[in-house]
């Protein structure tokens, strides 16, 4: 059976990563990324290109320990500048 959805976190320590599900039968491609206020965070989902899909998955191979710096230059580089799909206290796709 085909999976409608899936998101893979590639840190915990700074919340981030990608993931896609379907609508309509369209595979969609998105990135997030959260920012932590105590016990919460605010994520941005944004939809993303397969193209950044696959790089993403190439960049980022594994979950990583990653630091404030390493989730800016993610969200600079997959998230700002892209259509956002759902924002919120603790909402992922």
């Given at each position: 059976?085909?999976?409608?959805?899936?998101f893979i976190l590639i840190s915990n320590q700074v919340r981030f990563?990608?993931?896609?599900?379907?609508?309509?039968?369209?595979?969609?491609?998105?990135?997030?990324?959260?920012?932590?206020?105590?016990?919460?965070?605010?994520?941005?989902?944004?939809?993303?290109?397969?193209?950044?899909?696959?790089?993403?998955?190439?960049?980022?191979?594994?979950?990583?320990?990653?630091?404030?710096?390493?989730?800016?230059?993610?969200?600079?580089?997959?998230?700002?500048?892209?259509?956002?799909?759902?924002?919120?206290?603790?909402?992922?796709?």
């Amino acid at each position: 059976m085909e999976q409608k959805r899936k998101f893979i976190l590639i840190s915990n320590q700074v919340r981030f990563g990608y993931g896609f599900y379907y609508e309509d039968d369209k595979i969609i491609y998105f990135a997030f990324h959260g920012v932590p206020s105590r016990n919460d965070d605010f994520f941005t989902n944004v939809e993303i290109t397969e193209e950044e899909f696959d790089k993403i998955s190439r960049e980022y191979p594994k979950q990583i320990d990653a630091n404030r710096k390493e989730a800016k230059i993610f969200r600079d580089k997959y998230v700002e500048g892209h259509r956002v799909i759902l924002e919120g206290w603790t909402r992922l796709l």
